[in-house]
């Protein structure tokens, strides 16, 4: 920690400047080896409050940032650097200025004796309870170095999962979006000349044509009031969504969704599997370490299964009784783990579904667009086929009476 001091020499002059050390009497020691007489020490201030909750809104920590964090003190502890070097030169290199405003709040709190773990729980926003709960589980056991290497290697896997997850989303959405969008100016400003055109031909017009007039233009002359009721009706559900009830209902909608239904749940078993081998390894007791993976695994409906999972450890039951239970484990993860239970290997077994579940979404993210695009094509064809067939048979009717 810095120190700013004021001072007197051997002479009576007044002397200034800044002396780092763990305590404020190690630096009055420090000042007086120096031929100094203190006046006063004052600890220098950390970075102010509201400077560092302005450099989070504006620049954020991304995941892939953490996952760089983690891997490169991962390797640097296995160098046998020291912890504090270590932070020192992830400092150094970090291009992140929030980031490393949290770096070197740690490395102080680290030189005025707080441990690793619980620097890190003063940013909760940062470093989730998981990853505070296994460094302090590593401090206590004495591998530091091996539970940072799981924590790297399990943030690498997580961000990569919801990287395929917004993969596997972005084509259907981008194509949705766009029709979307093309969709309401057509109808709004384009069909509206069409259909001034078909009126002055004089022609019987059929009904799904004036159906299709009619909601031109009132499109044409209500776009607006329209455009804030769909922007407003989004904005209802993504906030519906954000609030208890709403996240727990979208949930069971994401794993009960046609084609993206079973993609989901592979990502949360890949995801609990992984997360709960790597607190197991890591010396975390089996009921804090399910209460913790539950927290991570991103769906409620899989965290209530889970949570029910440390319920049933505590009163002396099996995983696999819960899961034998729940519709939505599939029936070879509650017999793997049975095996893992009865055999005492259920941290090779979590791992070898974790490799299994992970590998299936890299199938499914590879195939999903594969498997969406007839969906989405038919579609886009049927909304086109209308608005060609109530267009373009009045027109045609037209040009057989002129022939």
């Known amino acids: 920690m810095i120190f700013i001091f004021k001072a007197k020499d051997s002479l009576g002059k007044n002397k200034t400047g800044e002396v780092e050390a763990i305590s404020k009497e190690i630096a009055v020691q420090v000042i007086q080896s120096k031929g100094l007489i203190p006046v006063s020490v004052i600890g220098k201030d950390k970075i102010p409050a509201f400077i560092r909750d302005l450099k989070r809104i504006w620049e954020g ?3 892939k940032e953490l996952v760089i964090l983690f891997r490169q003190l991962a390797i640097l502890i296995e160098a046998k650097v020291p912890i504090i ?10 291009q992140n200025q929030y980031l490393k405003l949290v770096i070197r709040e740690i490395e102080e709190d680290i030189k005025d004796g707080m441990s690793l773990s619980e620097s890190m729980g003063k940013h909760p926003l940062i470093f989730d309870r998981l990853t505070v709960n296994m460094i302090s589980a590593g401090e206590i056991s004495g591998n530091l170095q091996k ?18 997850v917004k ?12 029709s979307f969008i093309i969709g309401f100016i057509v109808i709004s400003f384009i069909l509206p000349n069409l259909s001034a055109v078909i009126k002055d031909m004089g022609v019987a017009i059929p009904w799904y044509t004036e159906l299709l007039m009619a909601i031109g233009n009132f499109m044409n002359s209500y776009w607006w009031a329209v455009l804030i009721a769909i922007l407003g009706v989004i904005g209802m559900l993504l906030y519906y969504i954000k609030t208890d009830e709403g996240e727990k209902e979208w949930d069971q909608i994401k794993i009960k969704l046609p084609v993206f239904g079973n993609f989901f749940k592979n990502v949360y078993i890949a995801r609990f599997t992984d997360n709960f081998a790597v607190l197991i390894d890591g010396g975390i007791p089996m009921v804090n370490a399910l209460q913790e ?3 991570v695994v991103g769906n409620s409906v899989f965290e209530r299964i889970i949570l029910l999972c440390a319920e049933e450890v505590k009163r002396g039951g099996n995983i696999s009784n819960v899961f034998d239970r729940a519709v939505e484990m599939p029936p070879i993860i509650s017999r793997m783990i049975k095996i893992g239970e009865e055999t005492g290997k259920l941290t ?3 791992r070898k579904l974790s490799i299994f579940y992970g590998q299936e979404v890299d199938v499914m993210t590879r195939n999903i667009s594969v498997m969406i695009e007839p969906i989405l094509i038919s579609i886009l064809g049927i909304g086109v086929a209308i608005m060609v067939f109530a267009v373009l048979m009045p027109i045609y009717d037209v040009a057989n009476k002129i022939q």
């Open 61 to 63: 920590i991304s995941p």
């Open 293 to 295: 993976v539950s927290k």
């Open 348 to 350: 090779e077994i979590l």
């Open 167 to 178: 993969s596997a989303l972005f084509y259907p959405a981008f194509v949705i979006g766009a």
């Open 147 to 164: 539970v940072i290497n799981y924590i790297a290697d399990n943030k690498e896997k997580n961000y990569q999962w919801n990287s395929k």
């Open 85 to 94: 070097p270590s932070l020192q030169a992830l400092e150094e290199q970090a």
